[in-house]
Structure formats: structure tokens, C-alpha cells
């Protein structure tokens, strides 16, 4: 018993091995060169293959790939969907005003007839006004949702298509800039999904362009993940080269690189289900609005637009929410970075983090300022169309750092500090998920019963997958048993 526990738990641990493996691999093979230090945000964006300031283009997002290319599957699917139920819609449009105005006919008639034979001869009349206020209101819903919906130029699929740009774009759009603007990336980058004409080119392809400023948020989520990441590469490249810190060093730049690692896939997982809860309108958009024209009639139909308007804000807040959650646990990392990487004064650099979130240097000492300039110069010496060269760094640093610790003995000595480092980053990690994302969540209204999570289905059947090889052991072992 106690054998077959010890060949499970190995087996466990060469998964966690390998997964890890991978996803250390996949962000280090994000990043151009070998990651020691990014003095600017351009920089480090360049190393990151973000071309002509597209930030699209970014490395680092994981499955952003397939994600579009499942668009233009969808989109394509969606167009053929929509094309074979307009015309079923407006027949149904048709009937359910017809029996709408004759069951609200008939109603009215025997109301009204049961009220006349209760009162005087003389007194007797039919009132149409209440039966006429009733119909035109319905009637107006029923046109309205007949002309979005219609198959003539004026309408159908052509109008869908611009309703679904009208509504659900605009809204990812200023979700991307908000983003983009608050985590320092927009001064370097930008987001063209608007500018973007792939609708004339691919008739058929319309997901992408209307969803495309999602996959902005989700770039740039991945680029500050990645960058929290390039921290964590360049301690472990700091303790490789023999520039100081040892094997805590490399050991706390490690426990970075799988910290960013493991955030970075939850969010992932995250946005996986506003990219399903933005699919899902855009694709039953003609029934919710058959719905909104009989809402008012009919109990089943009554609310269904108004919970496609709600699914669309909410995937604009969860999308707010992922980029708080950046945002703060990037912030609380930097405050980290600058407390000991040069340290001990808090004045806005570090010697491991891009810049991110608008941070730069303020009043830094003259020591500090020494510091800068050589990690500065050697990343301007070291770095060729965004690959960083670590040998050539490696040689300016050790010329520059001799100079500098003539006049500032000790100048390069927090590289040491990697224990202290490595015990706050563990508290920041726990204290992300047991209180900064959960808080978060609250604040801005997850719905916890939510019906159908996306992303955490996707999760969960991507954990039962990894521990297949476990449960394979285990049948295995018990049937020599």
C-alpha cells in the first residue's frame, strides 16, 4: 500500500515537473534573448515581438492563436445560422402577430360583451380603445424586429452584423483603453481592431472584427504577465552569469516566473468566459430579438433581451476586474522589486521589472542613479532589434561595475537579497488568491451561481486530463495487485 502511494506521488510530481516545464519554456521563448533588464516599456514590448505597435501581435498569449481562428470558425457558422432562420423569423414574426391580435381580439370582444350585459340597453357600446392602445404597442415591437431582421437591404444579416459592431465592440473597445492606458503599455502601443476592414476581405469572417478589441485586453493582460515573468527570468539569469545572489537569487527568480505562470493561466481561464458569454450574444442575437417583440405577451419570451444586455455589461466588468487583478498584483510585485532590487529606498526603480503602469524613477540617490546607468547602458549595448545578447551584457556589467563600486563600495549587494525577496513574493502569492482576487470578485459582482462558467469547465476538464496518467497508475497497479 504504502509502495503504491510512493509510484503515485512520483507520478504527480513528474507532471507538476513537466507542466511546469512547459509553461517556463512558453514564456521564456516569448521573450527575445536572454532577459536580464528592460530599462523602457518600448523595449521590453519590442523583445516581446509587439510589430509596429500593434499590441496584438505581443507574445506570450496563450492560445490567442486558436481563439481566433475559433472566431472565424464561429463567425462563418454564425453568418450560415443567421441566413437560414431570418426568414423562418419573420414567418413566425407574422404568425405570432396573428395570433396574438386574434386572441387579444376574442378577449376583448367577450370582456366587453360580458360588461354590456350587465348594464341598461341605452348604456351598451364597445370600447376599442383599450384593444387599439394594446395592438399598436405590440405592433410597433413586431416592426421594429421585422426591419432589423428582415432580409431586404436595409436589413438582415447587414444589420446584425453592424448591431453587433454598434453594441458589443464599443464596449470591449473602451475595456482595451482603459486597460491599455492604466497599465503603461498605451504610451507604446495600441489597439487597430477599428481600423481593421477584414469584414470587406472575409464577407464571411465577422466574429473577428467584432470581438477583435478583446483580443487587445487579452494581449495586454499577457504582456503584463510576461513582464512580471521577465522579473523572475532576470534574477535567475543574475545568479546564472555569477553577478551576485546565488542560488536563493535563482530560487526567488524561479518562484516569480511560476508565480506570473499560474496567475497568468487563471486569467486566462477568466476571459475564456466573456469570450463565450460575447459568442453567445452575438450568435442568438435574431432570437433574442424575436423575443424583445412578444416580451410583453408571452412569460416565456419576457426578459430575454434584457439578460443578452445584461451577459454583455457583465463580460465588460469581469473584463475591468482581470485587468485590476493585473494591475494590482504587478503593483504589489514592483513595490517588492524597488524595496530590495537596488533598494532599500522606495523611488520607483528596480533592476528586474519593466517600467510597467506608468512607473518611473522619482528623486532616485546618486548611488542609485549609478546603478541605473549601468543597467542602462549595458541593455543599450547588449540589445539588437529587441534580443538581448547576455554575454555582451555580462562583459559591459562587470567593466561598468567596477567602475561604479570604486566610488560606491557594495553599490550591487542587494543581488543578496534574494531570501528576503523570495519569502515576500510567497505572501503575495497567497494573499492574491485568498484575498486580492476574491475581493475583487466581490466588488465588482461575480455571480458565483453563475449558470454556465466557460472558463472554469474548460479548467476543470483540463485538470481530469492531467491527472489521467495518475488514475492509468492506479488501475495498472491495482489490477497486478
Given amino acids: 500500500m504504502l509502495k503504491q502511494k510512493l509510484i503515485l506521488i512520483c507520478v ?28 523602457s516599456v518600448d523595449n521590453f514590448l519590442l523583445a516581446a515581438g509587439v510589430q509596429n505597435g500593434d499590441i496584438t501581435t505581443a507574445n506570450g498569449c496563450f492560445l490567442c492563436s486558436y481563439v481566433s481562428e475559433l472566431f472565424s470558425v464561429l463567425g462563418l457558422a454564425t453568418d450560415r445560422f443567421w441566413n437560414a432562420m431570418l426568414n423562418a423569423l419573420l414567418i413566425l414574426l407574422a404568425i405570432g402577430f396573428g395570433i396574438f391580435l386574434t386572441t387579444h381580439t376574442i378577449s376583448h ?10 348594464v341598461d340597453s341605452h348604456e351598451k357600446n364597445l370600447e376599442f380603445k383599450g384593444w387599439f392602445d394594446k395592438v399598436w404597442k405590440q405592433g410597433v415591437r413586431v416592426l421594429i424586429v421585422a426591419v432589423l431582421i428582415g432580409s431586404t437591404s436595409a436589413g438582415g444579416v447587414h444589420t446584425l452584423r453592424l448591431l453587433s459592431k454598434m453594441t458589443i465592440t464599443p464596449v470591449m473597445l473602451v475595456g482595451t483603453e482603459m486597460s491599455m492606458a ?87 481561464f477568466e476571459i475564456l468566459t466573456v469570450v463565450f458569454k460575447l459568442v453567445f450574444v452575438i450568435i442568438f442575437m435574431p432570437l433574442l430579438l424575436a423575443a424583445y417583440a412578444f416580451e410583453g405577451t408571452w412569460s416565456a419570451a419576457k426578459g430575454l433581451l434584457g439578460k443578452g444586455i445584461d451577459m454583455l455589461v457583465s463580460s465588460a466588468v469581469r473584463i475591468v476586474a482581470i485587468t485590476l487583478k493585473v494591475l494590482v498584483i504587478y503593483a504589489t510585485v514592483s513595490y517588492a522589486a524597488d524595496t530590495y532590487f537596488p533598494g532599500p529606498k522606495e523611488d520607483g526603480y528596480n533592476a528586474i521589472l519593466p517600467p510597467m503602469l506608468g512607473v518611473g524613477s522619482e528623486n532616485p540617490d546618486v548611488k542609485t542613479m549609478a546603478v541605473m ?7 543599450r ?32 549587494d542587494f543581488m543578496e537579497n534574494g531570501w528576503d525577496f523570495l519569502l515576500l513574493m510567497g505572501c503575495l502569492f497567497f494573499l492574491y488568491f485568498y484575498a486580492i482576487s476574491p475581493k475583487i470578485d466581490k466588488l465588482l459582482g461575480k455571480d458565483s451561481k453563475e449558470l454556465f462558467d466557460f472558463g472554469s469547465w474548460i479548467k476543470d476538464f483540463g485538470k481530469q486530463m492531467f491527472n489521467l496518467p495518475v488514475k492509468l497508475t492506479k488501475m495498472v497497479m491495482d489490477n497486478m495487485d
Fill in 12 to 39: 504527480k510530481v513528474i507532471l507538476w515537473c513537466v507542466a511546469l516545464g512547459v509553461g517556463i519554456w512558453y514564456l521564456s521563448s516569448s521573450l527575445s534573448g536572454a532577459s536580464l533588464t528592460y530599462t
Fill in 109 to 118: 370582444l367577450y370582456k366587453s360583451a360580458t360588461v354590456a350585459t350587465r
Fill in 182 to 268: 492604466v497599465t503603461g503599455i498605451g504610451n507604446s502601443a495600441k489597439c487597430y481592431a477599428m481600423q481593421e476592414s477584414s469584414e470587406e476581405e472575409k464577407p464571411q469572417d465577422f466574429l473577428n472584427p467584432i470581438v477583435q478589441p478583446l483580443m487587445c485586453i487579452v494581449s495586454n493582460v499577457n504582456s503584463v504577465m510576461l513582464a512580471g515573468a521577465a522579473g523572475g527570468f532576470a534574477l535567475m539569469n543574475y545568479s546564472w552569469l555569477g553577478m551576485g545572489g546565488g542560488a536563493m537569487t535563482w530560487v526567488a527568480g524561479l518562484a516569480l516566473v511560476l508565480m506570473f505562470l499560474i496567475i497568468g493561466f487563471n486569467l486566462f
Fill in 373 to 379: 546607468n549601468v543597467f542602462s547602458e549595458c541593455e
Fill in 381 to 412: 549595448v547588449a540589445l539588437d532589434d529587441g534580443e538581448m545578447d547576455k554575454e555582451k551584457f555580462l562583459e559591459c556589467f562587470y567593466e561598468r561595475k567596477e567602475v561604479v563600486e570604486k566610488t560606491y563600495p557594495g553599490a550591487f
